[in-house]
């Protein structure tokens, strides 16, 4: 797993205070000061980076554009470890609680951690292009994103588990739009137990990335605005 660069390491990245990020109902007392007193973001990415296994890596076609490929990847970290990347008041979407650009940044470093490990399990059948120049230029690109692995912490998500109260993203759960609701809800889970992340780079269409799906704006704006997306 390589190191966060250089460039990012010179980028001050936000702590939260707890009178914003609130964590409320949280019975755990141990966990609620790791969460609100957490290392910088920097230092959770190399942890989370160094004890992470790649559990699969492969190259997938769009959709819409059979041609096109990007990097799909899923780590296996260990749940302490992901907790403070996802949860606590310095991280990953903590920096996109700052400023959408802050949590790009905080994605780019991310990303740059296992970037080398990725490609070298990359799986690139029926071309004649090498697996590593695709997966590269997949996870180089700015749409390339990570994320928790949404699992049934979500898909079976209690009122008493939306325990993260940030009152900016909180404010959506008023919003006319359904979908803007129930990312505020979800953007109030903090799960503890999960153990995946999932890594998704820019599809890539003739050596260079094309735009597919969600636009990273959208999603910058999605993680600022509502903590979720």
Request: net charge positive; with cysteine; glycine share 6%.
């Amino acid at each position: 797993m390589g190191p966060p660069s250089a460039d990012h390491l010179m980028i001050s990245f936000a702590r939260i205070p707890v009178e914003i990020w609130q964590l409320r109902s949280l019975d755990d007392c141990d966990r609620r000061r790791r969460l609100i007193q957490s290392a910088p973001y920097p230092q959770l990415v190399r942890r989370l980076a160094a004890r992470s296994e790649v559990l699969r890596a492969v190259l997938v076609a769009a959709k819409s554009e059979p041609r096109a490929l990007r990097l799909e990847a899923t780590l296996l970290v260990h749940a302490d470890d992901l907790d403070l990347f996802f949860n606590s008041c310095t991280g990953y979407r903590a920096q996109y609680y700052e400023a959408e650009a802050l949590g790009d940044a905080a994605n780019r470093i991310a990303i740059e951690a296992i970037l080398s490990s990725l490609i070298s399990r990359a799986l690139y059948p029926r071309t004649r292009k090498p697996a590593g120049e695709v997966a590269r230029a997949s996870l180089e690109a700015p749409a390339a994103k990570l994320w928790i692995h949404q699992g049934s912490w979500l898909r079976r998500c209690r009122l008493a588990e939306r325990v993260l109260i940030v009152p900016r993203w909180q404010a959506g759960l008023s919003s006319e739009q359904p979908r803007t609701r129930k990312l505020a809800r979800w953007g109030s889970l903090a799960p503890a137990a999960e153990t995946r992340v999932v890594v998704k780079g820019a599809f890539i269409l003739d050596g260079r990335p094309i735009e597919l799906g969600k636009a990273p704006e959208a999603r910058a704006g999605q993680l600022h605005t509502l903590g979720f997306t």
